[in-house]
Structures are given as C-alpha cells and as structure tokens.
C-alpha cells in the first residue's frame, strides 16, 4: 500500500506542478555547477575579460533559458515514443498519460547534476572545463580517457550510464501505475520503444557526427 500511495504521488500529481519543479531543480543545479565550479576554472578566469568570456557568458545564460524548452521537447519525443508502443501492444493508455510518465522519471537524473558537483567540489581540485564538461558519473566514459577518444563517442558514452536503470524501471512502473495490466507487459513496451530508440539514436548520432 506504502509503495503504492508513493507511485500514486509521484504519476498521479499534477503535471505543471511536477514540470516547474524539475525546471526550478535543473535551473538550480546549473547554477551552482556554474557558479561554484565552472567559473572557478583557470580557462574561464583567463577569458572572462576577453570577448570568448562574454560569449561563454552568453552560452551559459542560453543554457538556463533553454531547460523548460529541452524538457518539453525531450518529453513530447519520449511520451510518443511510449504512447505508440502502449498503442502496438493493444494498451489504452493517453498521449498525456505517457508524457506524464516521461516527465515524473527525469527526475532520476537530477541525481548525476548533484553527484557531478559534489564530485567537483570535494573530490577533484582545480578541474579543466574540459574534465567538467567531459565527466558524468557512473558512465562508459568514466572508464576511458576521454582526450584521447573521438569528440563524436563523447556524448554516447556519457549517455550510456547506470541512470538509465532506474529511468527505465520508472518508465515501466509509470505505464503500469496506467495500465494496470501484467507488468512484464509494460517491460516489453520499454524495451521495444524507449530502449530501441534510444539505442538507434545514439548509433545515429555517432554516424551524422562531423
């Protein structure tokens, strides 16, 4: 019943409430990783009184406006991608419905911004922007040395981390808070819709990369 009230609150609240909330969060967590220790770095100490820091400084403005509009995008993509395989397996289960479970499971990954800053603040002194911009916890790019790997395997390795676990599972969990049908069903749904295309955008990606 615990478990289940829990699901209940996290699916069932209101999905403004939960939007602004993930935007206020990453808006947050940007700052400070900014703040505290991106602007800390040598490079940008060195630029910040030259145009290219005026134009970092613009970049990074940019970044903040943009989360409300990268989370919506990200959402819409992913709840259609759910919806249609929800649709494909014989389940009625709404468009919003799925862009309700996409939203309340990118809260898994407001986990990694913390770890990443705690990582920079207290572990790892005097970082380039660099090593900040190439570091995400508990990814494939942890394991090699990302100078030496081609800028285009940057991004699929960071994005292939132990987050996506728990992100799956709550996509899963989401659809059957919904369905209420076998959840062995809705793993299948995930897997056949989220995973796959996830899997081909990154293959995509690597290959259109210049």
Excluded at 40 to 47: D, I, K, R, S, Y
Excluded at 91 to 100: P, S
Excluded at 106 to 116: D, G, Q
Aim: glycine content about 4%; proline content about 3%; charged content about 15%.
């Amino acid at each position: 019943m615990q478990a289940e009230s829990g699901w209940s609150t996290l699916f069932g609240a209101q999905k403004r409430v939960l939007f602004i909330v993930l935007c206020i969060s990453a808006i947050l967590l940007l700052y400070i990783k900014k703040q505290f220790i991106e602007y800390e770095t040598a490079a940008f100490e060195f630029l910040q009184d030259r145009p290219e820091g005026g134009i970092l400084r613009l970049i990074s403005t940019l970044q903040f406006i943009s989360i409300p509009l990268i989370y919506a995008w990200k959402f819409t993509v992913i709840g259609f991608v759910l919806w249609i395989g929800c649709f494909m397996f014989g389940f009625r289960i709404t468009y919003w419905q799925c862009w309700g479970v996409a939203l309340a499971a990118e809260y898994v990954f407001l986990l990694p911004e913390l770890i990443k800053i705690g990582w920079f603040l207290f572990v790892t002194n005097d970082p380039t922007l660099l090593e900040i911009r190439a570091f995400y916890p508990l990814s494939l790019m942890n394991l090699v040395n990302f100078a030496t790997v081609d800028v285009r395997y940057h991004y699929p390795l960071k994005s292939l981390n132990v987050f996506e676990i728990p992100y799956v599972y709550l996509l899963v969990t989401g659809l059957f808070y919904f369905a209420r049908k076998q959840k062995k069903m809705m793993w299948w749904i995930v897997t056949t819709s989220y995973v796959l295309i996830f899997s081909l955008w990154l293959v995509f990606y690597m290959i259109v990369y210049k």
